[in-house]
């Protein structure tokens, strides 16, 4: 029986998350599979993955074939590279404590990398939210701005409709004294 490690879809309609199984190549994809190996999450910052290393090396050793999707989350997880060393230590090539000594280093190293993805998300998320409040708070500060402008000239109409019978004998004055300058202009000439 050809056996595939594969992705098995599940959640609802645009918010997809996925078991990894061992199941019959002509099985449906959503149907009957062998055994569950882990599940994927790809909704999260970074994805969320589960996997039972032991239990996909074992299926790898009796032959299974991961897909495409299934083999980068395999390889991202470390479940290839063991079982690569597994096949090392069959050749006689390495000790078991030599491999479980390289795996357990590389996963230190993976989980530096994921940890460094973390806090650099994180980071970009902080300062996005500080953009943001920088940016409010200077709209804000145009906004009292305006307000007070606004309220300025609230004032300054108040106070010249008040006063406005003094506006309008200033404007008289004037108004006078360009007429007498003009008449004196006609007279000299």
Do not use: C
């Not at 959640?11 to 199984?21: D, R």
């Not at 032959?63 to 590279?81: F, M, N, W």
Request: no cysteine; proline share 3%; glycine share 6%.
């Amino acid at each position: 029986m050809p056996v595939k490690l594969r992705l098995q879809r599940h959640g609802k309609k645009g918010k997809p998350f996925y078991w990894i199984v061992a199941a019959d190549a002509r099985a449906k994809r959503d149907g009957k599979f062998l055994e569950k190996v882990g599940v994927y999450n790809p909704n999260t910052n970074p994805a969320t993955i589960e996997l039972d290393v032991d239990g996909a090396v074992k299926w790898l050793q009796n032959g299974a074939q991961p897909t495409d999707t299934a083999r980068a989350i395999l390889s991202y997880k470390g479940a290839l590279l063991k079982n690569h060393l597994a096949g090392g230590v069959r050749k006689g090539a390495l000790t078991e404590e030599q491999a479980e000594e390289k795996f357990q280093a590389w996963l230190e190293e993976k989980e530096g990398k994921v940890n460094a993805k973390k806090e650099n998300l994180s980071k970009a998320e902080q300062e996005a939210k500080e953009k943001a409040l920088a940016a409010e708070k200077e709209v804000n500060e145009k906004r009292e701005a305006e307000a007070k402008a606004a309220q300025a000239e609230a004032e300054a109409a108040a106070v010249t409709e008040e006063g406005e019978p003094e506006a309008d004998a200033a404007n008289e004055v004037d108004a006078e004294t360009a007429e007498e300058a003009k008449a004196e202009e006609k007279k000299s000439e």
